[in-house]
């Protein structure tokens, strides 16, 4: 009789995809994506980009010659900053802005340190631009301009390492490069371009680290076929990961622009443990979760959270220098500035007995030396934190502003936020050529790109059931960094709070749907039905979000519209 061979049984569980295909190898899943495509041509795309989305942020920056919004606070801090090495109060009243546009900085400053409610990086960056150019508009508003562009190349690299595709790095790039909410933070001087772009970028370093912890679990495993023979697998050749090192550093200084980091940096740490578990499975380890706690979750604990920690410190450098001038000015700031202003009815969270005593224990301590100095300060430098966070989640409690809006709203842009409005230009006026009984004016308006904010939103959606249905990691990326991004904020509502926050928020749209336009046109570059339909699909998104930015062009950018063209632009009455 002939020889009756029987096939081994396929593996259970991830050994197919979830539209039935074979799962490759892990040793195969852990090569290097990007060297089938060339890294020069990447690298020149997506320079490319950056340059051209810096002309967008430069083009007439130092225009309106004013302070637009909340800039009247940072560029002064950071001039202040630049000049005193601390934050210093300065005059009141609309003659100090008169005074510094016109370009006289002498005597506008008060000598008491100035209570700052957010954390120096992005001042220090703003500083760096009016040290270069000056205190103009145009100089408190570069660094914006850089930072933001730069994001643009971090998401062009971040979406091509993500997906081994040049192509869709390039359009990801261009897709938040024509987005109006990222194109106005990086033409004005606040702190929220800065955390989103280090932000941005400690994703991009987590990533990294993934690629680079399956490549060297391959070669430490080469030996054995690919497979971990018993135990855990390696762990010192694995302890030190320089890429997690370098989102620890990102996060560190996107912390140091804005607190809300802190949030997507818990939700990435976990998710990269998760992927170093799920590594450690798929070469073999039994009870891998478990296993990894010790393997991988300390270390990279360390590296992340441990520099991020280190890193947020030394931005405090200069407050921690002229620390003596916080602990007697500000360290009684509870009692003296926020007293009656904690609850909604009208009672203080704070004791408004005078005998009461609110000034911080190193305010009255001996000066000590040394070392003794120096935890003194990071002791001082810890009130005052206690005192910011106090402001942050009591002073404003039950406030209003003409802008503010609800976070459930932010991502379908429920409230978009006046930056600047010079209105009543009158006919035959600065251009105008509004009919008769009209008039015209210029605005600029914190507005995403509503085509590619709405079609993010279901990007996202679609991203959600694609990373649970068809187990595609990269779709989590995007998943867990618009909710870690968004939904802290709902805790929030009881105060003023503004759509532009959301701006740490939309690069994981963009993710979403630039992984979303990958999967329609296919694996395969081979002409094919599938391919067209995708191109035609993809490329019509993309046209639809250039014209919408472009249509809304004028309002991001303070031209001159007559009264007519500026409705047009308004959707909806809760755009006013």
């Known amino acids: ?71 009247t606070y940072y560029a002064k801090d950071a001039w202040s900053m630049l000049h005193f090495g601390y934050a210093r109060d300065y005059l009141d009243g609309d ?3 008169s005074a510094i546009l016109a370009g006289d900085t002498t005597d506008q400053w008060k000598s008491t340190a100035s209570m ?8 220090w960056l703003i500083a760096a631009g009016e040290k270069a150019f000056g205190m103009d508009p145009f100089g408190w508003r570069i660094a914006a301009a850089i930072i933001g562009s730069l994001m643009i190349l971090v998401m062009c690299r971040l979406v091509r390492r993500m997906t081994g595709s040049t192509l869709l790095g390039l359009v990801a790039g261009l897709l938040l490069s024509f987005d109006g909410m990222q194109l106005v933070l990086s033409r004005i001087a606040l702190l929220d371009i800065f955390v989103a772009f280090f932000l941005l970028l400690a994703v991009h370093c987590h990533v990294a680290d993934r690629d680079w ?24 050749a694995l302890a030190f990961r320089p890429w997690l090192v370098a989102a620890g550093v990102s996060w560190g200084l ?13 939700a990435f740490g976990l998710l990269t443990f998760a992927w170093s578990a799920g590594a450690r499975r798929a070469y073999g380890v039994r009870a891998a979760l478990a296993r990894s706690v010790l393997a991988d979750g300390v270390p990279a604990f360390l590296s992340v959270v441990g520099v991020a920690v280190v890193v947020y410190t030394a931005t405090w450098t200069g407050w921690l220098v002229h620390a003596e001038k916080y602990e007697h000015d500000l360290s009684s700031t509870q009692y003296t500035k926020y007293s009656g202003h904690g609850h909604c009815d009208g009672t203080s969270y704070i004791s408004d007995d005078p005998d009461t005593d609110a000034r911080w224990p190193t305010a009255t301590e001996p000066d000590a030396s040394g070392l003794g100095e120096v935890v003194q300060s990071l002791r001082s430098l810890w009130y005052y934190h206690q005192d910011v966070y106090t402001f942050h989640t009591h002073f404003l409690n039950c406030s209003t502003h003409i802008y503010a809006s609800q976070p459930s709203g932010w991502l379908i842009l429920n409230r978009p936020v006046g930056v600047d ?17 009209s008039d015209c004016l210029r605005v600029i308006t914190l507005l995403g790109t509503p085509a590619l904010w709405w079609g993010g939103c279901l990007a996202v959606l679609a991203a959600a059931v694609l990373w649970i249905g068809a187990r595609d990691w990269r779709y989590g990326v995007a998943v867990v960094g618009t909710l870690s991004t968004w939904l802290p904020w709902l805790q929030y509502a009881d105060r003023p709070i503004f759509i532009f926050y959301a701006i740490i928020t939309i690069p994981f749209m963009v993710i979403a749907i630039a992984l979303l336009m990958g999967r329609l046109l296919g694996a395969s570059a081979a002409p094919s039905p599938r391919r067209t339909a995708g191109v035609i699909v993809s490329g019509a998104f993309f046209m639809l979000v250039l014209l919408n930015f472009a249509w809304f062009w004028p309002i991001y950018t303070d031209q001159l519209l007559t009264h007519k063209e500026w409705l047009d632009r308004i959707w909806f009455s809760r755009w006013i």
């Open 254 to 266: 996107a912390c140091g622009s804005k607190w809300e980091a802190v949030y997507p940096m818990a």
């Open 116 to 123: 700052s409610v957010h954390p120096e990086v992005g001042k």
């Open 95 to 97: 003659k100090v802005n």
């Open 1 to 71: 009789m002939p020889t009756v061979t029987t096939a081994a049984p396929e593996r259970a569980g991830l050994s197919r995809t979830a539209d039935d295909r074979p799962v490759p190898p892990a040793t195969e899943r852990s090569r290097n994506r990007l060297r089938v495509e060339d890294p020069f041509v990447g690298w020149v795309g997506a320079l490319s980009v950056t340059v051209l989305a810096l002309f967008l942020r430069l083009w007439k920056l130092g225009t309106p010659h004013e302070f637009l919004f909340d800039e």
């Open 421 to 437: 409005a010079d209105t009543k230009i009158q006919p035959g006026t600065q251009g105008c050529d509004a009919p008769s009984g």
């Open 213 to 236: 912890y399956r490549s060297r679990l391959a070669r430490l495993t080469a030996s054995s076929g690919g497979q971990v023979a018993a135990g855990t697998g390696p762990v010192r």
